[in-house]
């Protein structure tokens, strides 16, 4: 069974940076895709930025330039840095992983708050 640790967030003041970590253990030893989601107040939740198991990335398209997924070279740990953040990047961001057979898993999520 696949569990997520998510770790980062938290609060910054507009242009400035975050960064989030998700660890996944447990399971096999790679996956099919593996990022974050968001879902802010009031909005349903949308993909941010995923990583697939053979390092293809994809990054919404509010969100292309100024952030990035990356992954570590071994173990199945991803880390989104967020540059430029701004106030409409405010949301709760989840852990995304995806298994080879289709099995779809959440992290428990992480407040990002970007204000003044």
């Known amino acids: 069974q696949v569990q997520l640790t998510e770790s980062g967030g938290g609060w910054v003041q507009p242009g400035g940076s975050l960064g989030l970590s998700c660890v996944a253990s447990?399971?096999?030893?790679?996956?099919?895709?593996m990022g974050w989601h968001r879902q802010a107040p009031g909005k349903a939740r949308e993909e941010v930025a995923i990583?697939?198991?053979?390092?293809?990335?994809r990054y919404a398209d509010s969100v292309k330039g100024r952030f990035t997924i990356s992954k570590d070279a071994v173990r199945r740990v991803v880390h989104l840095q967020m540059d430029s953040l701004e106030p409409e990047d405010t949301a709760v961001y989840y852990c995304?992983?995806?298994?080879?057979?289709?099995?779809?898993?959440w992290g428990q999520g992480t407040q990002v708050t970007v204000s003044a």
């Open positions: 995304y992983y995806k298994d080879w057979d289709e099995t779809i898993r």
């Open positions: 447990g399971g096999a030893l790679s996956f099919k895709a």
């Open positions: 990583r697939t198991g053979l390092g293809i990335t």
